[in-house]
């Protein structure tokens, strides 16, 4: 199982503590590390030497959008071969919005609950399913 950090770019102070508390309550290993821009998330993939086990990424986030982030991660090489999984995560979603992520090759789509029992059951999912499914850099 890959222990590397969550990495979670969003820009919102509520979802981030609602994630937050959640974690806490569903007590995973992977540290939780938090962006606010694509710009953020991009400097550290590129710095870091170790691989994050999933990236978590808004929509809607200041300067370059989720899709924006995708696509650079896409056009980047090194990056575009570590088979991390990247899961948008929205307030809302339109039909084409869902259809874009999956076209850039995002791994999932799934809207921010209301509740904290919702936010902790769809972190869970999430976790869990990529905690089981194999991918190139675990072999």
């Not at 809302?92 to 904290?116: D, M, R, V, W």
Request: hydrophobic share 40%; aromatic share 12%.
């Amino acid at each position: 199982m890959n222990r590397g950090p969550i990495l979670i770019v969003d820009d919102d102070t509520d979802d981030r503590e609602l994630l937050q508390e959640a974690w806490k309550e569903l007590a995973f290993e992977n540290e939780l590390i938090f962006f606010d821009t694509g710009d953020e998330i991009l400097r550290y993939l590129k710095e870091e030497k170790r691989s994050p086990f999933l990236i978590l990424c808004d929509v809607n986030i200041p300067r370059m959008s989720g899709f924006e982030l995708k696509a650079k991660l896409l056009e980047d090489a090194d990056m575009n071969s570590t088979s991390i999984p990247f899961v948008f995560w929205s307030s809302l979603a339109t039909p084409a919005q869902i259809e874009k992520s999956y076209h850039l090759g995002g791994n999932g789509f799934f809207i921010k609950e209301n509740s904290f029992e919702e936010v902790k059951q769809s972190l869970a999912g999430i976790v869990k399913y990529w905690q089981k499914s194999k991918v190139p850099n675990d072999i």
